[in-house]
């Protein structure tokens, strides 16, 4: 994984509450066995009408927007199905955070493990932050170890994050290694569960 | 020094699965039951064989092919599947559930199907266990009072090379259905009256336990479909105490607990609820005695109202960024504000999905459908969730039922639930759908989708508009 410590980039609007999975990657990319390439079905209905033609009101298509490492979202972002692969077509796309007043349980997991950072602010911070984004051209700066958010203009919003969440992001750890420094302790988990339920061991 | 408070059913299974408390804060949860398919899968075999691992309890994991094959010809096997993207995704799963000495139950094997029919149909789903699955509708398992949730694909790695997760604790919320429901009323009805009340993040960082007697009541079909609808609360977890209802829907069957164990099971099962003076972070109470069927309208689940209501006008409120969501969900839905919901004539039905495909389901659907006939205007499909649910509602003359009335009887998966095989709505076509999601786009794009009971929808497939059931009762 690779860690998050801060970024500085163009931040994009994207102003609808509850963006569910299907949204960010639509189930035709789902067939893929492989993590990279999915950033061209991110927001795929939304970005392209029915014959692939880019559609034109929709922020990432405007040239503004094209190159954003931030997108700033509605309420409950992320919710409905558990796919990993929302986090990585956001991340193919280049975008490494999102802020949003709330992010589904499952997607806010899938998204820390793969190291894009979710960030929850208060909905009026991130009406003010979709403001000044509309401006356009303007750089955005996360700063994790500090867990701020300065907008162009100066203006600094301090957000909340798991300490756990941010040890991980910031030193980009793999969660697998990790656990297996509990080997022993799985190890003996089974043998006592085996005794005490022994019907749990599958025949 | 006031009392302890008692412990609800939710930390007492989560502590019972505490390995290590990790890094944190972070506890290491072993889990008893890891569900695979093929769409979540492939990436994380792939992280696994590319750091040396195996899986570490390939006979605590299943794997079944559901989410993308097609729901005919499935005897001929992979060579059935016309789509390259989907046969690729079920070969690579094939591959590596061989690899690893994964059981599967195989295209064309009765005992294969939706991943959450087929896991308490097999009897592996049982109180007390921690069961996870790379899908959000894992929480269904939780009617057998079992802790369970949806993963993405790095934590379906990491169960595979650990057969532990790392969670931290939910809030809990308990939520109590009081009162019998009248006839036509269900467990669709109660999750989507829930929804409607809570929202589809107001349950968000909670366990969900599910309690009252209505839900005492219900059958573990229903209790399923409750659990089931979980997730569109925005809570991964819904939990019901398991009781005779549940030991009873489980004796006998294959993963079951045999012979002594089964006594020994039964009497650890017996203690799995929560203490009478356990606490919960939050508490809600919904009476069912004057529910009536509920049906959505919008494309959320929270977008649900009672079939004898309108629709909604945007212009209504003064909550402005409500006014536009509703504004969006008509607009795509192609509704008029005040319009009956009755009066919204559909195009397509579809009974199926992990929500609503079980042999209760398929039962009800089929009275009301008995000698009635779909509407020459709709497609109606009946898509039962496994091979073992098909094969019973035949046994059962269902089939017969369904085919004289006009469905089209088909072969079990997920179907038109998401649409990542060819069953699929085209833009602009209505369905009334017993699956869980009315996303924009969710079963085809453009279709639009209304939410409802199994029984609500065989009504609608014969009246080809969204109806009241109970007109039928
Ligand atoms: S039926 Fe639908 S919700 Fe259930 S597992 Fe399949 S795709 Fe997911």
Known sequence: MIPFTTLTARAAPLDIDNVDTDQIIPKQFLKTTQRDGLARGLFYDLRFDAEGRPREGFVLNDPRFAKTGVLI????????????????????????????????DIFRNNALQNGLLPVVLPREDCQALMGEALGGNHLFSVDLERQTVTAPSGREFAFDIDANAKRKLMAGLDAIGETLAHSEAIDAFEVSQALRQPWMTPA | MPAMAGKTLYDKIFDAHLVAQGEGGEAVL??????????TTPQAFAGLAAAGRKVRRPDRTLAVLDHNIPTEGQALGVAG?????????????????TANGVPLFDLGDPRNGIVHVVGPEQGRTQPGMTIVCGDSHTSTHGAFGALAHGIGTSEVEHVLATQTLRQTRSQTMRVTFTGAPGPGVGAKDFALALIARIGTSGGTGYAIEYAGEAVRALSMEGRMTLCN????AGARTGLVAPDETTFAYLRGRPGAPKAGAWELAIAHWRGLVSDPDARFDREIEIDVSDLAPMVTWGTSPQDAAPITEFVPDPETTDDAPRAAAVRRALDYMGLIPGQKLTEVTIDRVFIGSCTNSRIEDLRAAAAIAKGNKVAPTVRA??????????????AEGLDDIFRKAGFDW?????????????????????CASTSN????????????????????????????????VRDFL
């Open chain 2, 381 to 394: 499909m009946v898509v039962p969730g496994s091979g073992l649910v098909r094969a019973q509602a035949e």
């Open chain 2, 437 to 468: 999601r009315n996303f924009e786009g969710r079963q085809g794009r453009g279709g639009r989708t209304h939410l409802v009971s199994p029984v609500m929808a065989a009504a609608a497939a014969i009246k080809g508009r969204l109806t009241d």
């Open chain 2, 30 to 39: 072993y889990i008893d039951l890891h569900l695979i398919h093929e769409v």
């Open chain 2, 229 to 232: 609808m979980t997730i569109e």
């Open chain 1, 73 to 104: 979202a509605g309420d409950n972002f992320g919710c409905g199905s558990s796919r990993e692969h929302a986090p990585w077509a956001l991340q193919d796309f280049g975008i490494r955070c999102v802020i949003a007043p709330s992010f589904a």
């Open chain 2, 410 to 430: 088909r072969e079990p998966g997920c179907s038109m639930c998401l649409a990542m095989n060819p069953d699929r709505l085209a833009p602009g076509e209505r």
């Open chain 2, 81 to 97: 599947i016309a789509d390259a993207d989907s046969r690729a995704q079920v070969e690579a799963l094939k591959r590596n559930v």
